[in-house]
């Protein structure tokens, strides 16, 4: 690691102990932060943030370098006659963009380039694999969505047929049964969960002087366009999602673990997230997947509280890039999930590997020179068809919800 990251580590380690010696003057002094005091609290806070994102991209920057001098290092030693001419590397996609072919499906990729889609980060080697269109496409995906990095089960499939998921909603139990006796019957209860593909897309256009005459990345621009629309849309409804004519969001299946006092505009304390912490049973606590998930603003609350041995509950990470915990268990932020207020179930915890997602072949990528021929612009259109549901909705993730009133 850097010098410089090893010092943006020191220096965010010193502003939480900012943080923390004014939350604790004010507790000793049995009082609330004064207005200044907040006002630097909230700027400390921010900082944290910066660094947090600072420090990502120069880590990441700094793979990526090690990576390209690997990848040199290779070419260089190859024997000149080994090499590819430029004009054989042409791709489909450089075919479709120049207007040659009138579209494309791209399906799930094979080999190596699914490696790539699932070591979707940069310090898992991510950046030494090829990247594909596709597996850009899907990364901006991700970053956009909370709960899409937080673990969930993805399931990849070459069409969209429904798909039943069975789970048990109830196991067999046993009893004492005395000599001779007949023994009572019990069997377990079965459901079933139904994952379908609701299609999301978005419409893009370009004009096609800036086709003929820029030097942007066409690639990397219609990725971040096209992925960070199309992981809005999903992402809202993988929360908050109905069920109806939409994916069935997290939110929306997760049973309550808490409810929050009355009189507080639906605001938790540190019990409150002791005991929606213990609402979930060991087997999905000590999973892998088993974290939180609120939004930034909520986040901010948390870092405030303390437990019973005035230790504060939420701890910073000490290795960049890994996720700060709360009760020893990683935090995740999404901004669809509700704010704190009455009756809002503002904090999820639990194993999110019990969320599925369902993707439903490949990102389709469709281009016309006619939709919009008046006015000499070219049209891509990119879409996805995808569904969620939590498919053991008996307790693996709960959520706290702030009072009626």
């Known amino acids: 690691m850097s010098s410089h990251i090893k010092a943006l580590q020191e220096r965010r380690a ?21 207005a200044e005091e907040e006002a630097k609290y909230q700027a400390l806070n921010a900082d944290l943030d910066r660094i947090d994102a600072r420090a990502k991209d120069l880590l990441e920057a700094e793979k990526r370098s090690k990576d390209a001098e690997d990848a040199f290092a290779q070419l260089l030693a190859r024997p000149e006659e080994g090499r590819r001419q430029p004009q054989e590397r042409d791709s489909e996609l450089r075919r479709w963009a120049r207007g040659e072919v009138r579209s494309i499906d791209i399906p799930k990729p094979e080999g190596i380039a699914f490696r790539d889609l699932l070591k979707g980060t940069a310090t898992a080697g991510g950046n030494t694999v090829p990247t594909t269109f596709y597996g850009k496409l899907m990364a901006h995906l991700i970053e956009v969505s909370g709960l899409m990095m937080a673990g969930p089960t993805v399931l990849n499939t070459a069409s969209g047929e429904t798909i039943e998921v069975p789970v048990t909603t109830a196991h067999s139990s046993a009893s004492l049964t005395p000599e001779a006796n007949p023994l009572n019957e ?34 990397g621009y219609l990725a971040m366009q096209a992925g960070r629309a199309l992981g809005n849309a999903f992402g809202a409804h993988a929360i ?12 929306t299946s997760a049973s309550t673990g808490v409810t929050g006092g009355t009189g507080v505009a639906g605001a938790f304390t540190a019990d409150n997230l002791i005991d929606l912490y213990y609402s979930v049973i060991a087997p999905y606590r000590n999973s892998a997947s088993c974290g939180w998930l609120m939004r930034d603003a909520t986040l901010g609350a948390v870092r405030k509280l303390k437990d019973g041995q005035n230790q504060y509950l939420w701890q910073p990470s000490i290795q960049v890039g890994a996720p700060d915990t709360l009760l020893g268990k990683p935090v995740h932020t999404d901004p669809n999930v509700a704010a704190v207020a009455t009756s809002a179930k503002s904090v999820a915890f639990g194993d999110f590997s019990q969320y599925f997602v369902r993707l439903a072949g490949g990102v389709r990528f469709e281009r016309s020179e006619d939709y919009a021929f008046n006015s000499d612009l070219v049209t891509f259109r990119a879409i996805i068809r995808a569904d969620g549901l939590l498919v053991d909705q008996t307790g693996a993730v709960k959520v706290f919800a702030g009072a009626a009133t």
Request: hydrophobic residues 35%; negative net charge.
């Open 14 to 34: 010193n502003i939480w102990e900012q943080a923390k010696a004014l939350l604790d003057t004010a507790e000793n002094e049995k009082r609330d932060l004064s």
């Open 186 to 219: 019990s069997d377990p209860a079965f459901a079933k969960r139904t994952l379908g593909a609701y299609k999301y897309g978005v419409l893009m256009q370009a004009s096609t002087e800036l086709l003929s005459d820029t030097g942007v990345d066409l690639e």
């Open 240 to 251: 908050t999602g109905t069920g109806t004519n939409q994916p069935t969001g997290l939110i």
